[in-house]
């Protein structure tokens, strides 16, 4: 059964540009969340999906969104970029029911310049 | 929102030796979660925890669910060079909404660098 995949694993950006990174979750897994992780913060939540809408949600300011398509793949965006959006985003897909056991993808390294 | 402090942040030690890390809180946690993430990977899940003072084992790690409900340690016994990497606690509470943590209020701790030398 193949992993969570998320691509691109690397992306450099600049200030002010906008970004879409997309994550497809482990088969049959319907819910999607996406996570910051920086040295500073550690890991921090973004916001979870499941079946297409959005079910959960970090403390995060609005240039940050995502969505969910009918297939369970996910995008997150992150418009007009800051130097402090630098960071790894990581995507993980879990069963229904299976709180606790989220499986992670390997990231995608986000550099703005 | 809720705060998870880890320690220690980093750990050298020697192939062989015992490692002990922990997580505290100011909140209360229904469940306790440990992590381990290797370089260029996301967290893999190591051991899940669900009633106060539970003790689990996987292989060579141990980990137990304070009887307060507001902190964790992961033990690993006998370290080996794998064991390298980037433990992280997460502690949910079942509050999903706006709590800044994930799917049903996870919240993670910084992480604890484990180093070995051989």
């Known amino acids: 059964k193949a992993g969570v995949t998320q691509t691109p694993r690397y992306l450099i950006k600049t200030r002010g540009q906008q970004v879409t990174l997309s994550c497809s979750p482990i088969s049959g897994h319907r819910s999607v969340s996406w996570y910051q992780q920086t040295p500073g913060q550690g890991l921090q939540f973004l916001f979870e999906?499941?079946?297409?809408?959005?079910?959960n949600k970090g403390n995060f300011p609005g240039r940050f969104s995502g969505r969910q398509f009918s297939n369970s793949r996910s995008e997150m965006n992150v418009s007009t970029l800051e130097l402090g959006d630098s960071a790894l985003y990581l995507c993980?897909?879990?069963?229904?029911?299976?709180?606790?056991?989220?499986?992670f993808g390997p990231g995608t390294r986000l550099t703005v310049l | 929102g809720q705060q998870l402090n880890q320690s220690p942040q980093s750990m050298f030690i020697q192939e062989g030796e015992d490692v002990s890390m922990n997580c505290t809180s100011s909140s209360i946690f229904n469940t306790w979660l440990w992590y381990k993430q290797d370089p260029g990977e996301g967290p893999v899940l190591l051991i899940a925890l669900y009633k106060a003072g539970e003790l689990t084992s996987n292989g060579r790690l141990t980990a137990q669910f304070g009887i307060t409900r507001k902190d964790s340690f992961l033990n690993i016994s006998a370290s080996i060079p794998s064991d390298v990497g980037i433990y992280f606690c997460a502690g949910r509470n079942g509050f999903s909404r706006y709590s800044g943590g994930g799917a049903d209020g996870l919240t993670f701790g910084k992480g604890t660098h484990l180093i070995i030398q051989p």
């Open positions: 993980a897909s879990r069963r229904d029911n299976s709180y606790n056991e989220q499986f």
């Open positions: 999906y499941f079946s297409e809408t959005q079910r």
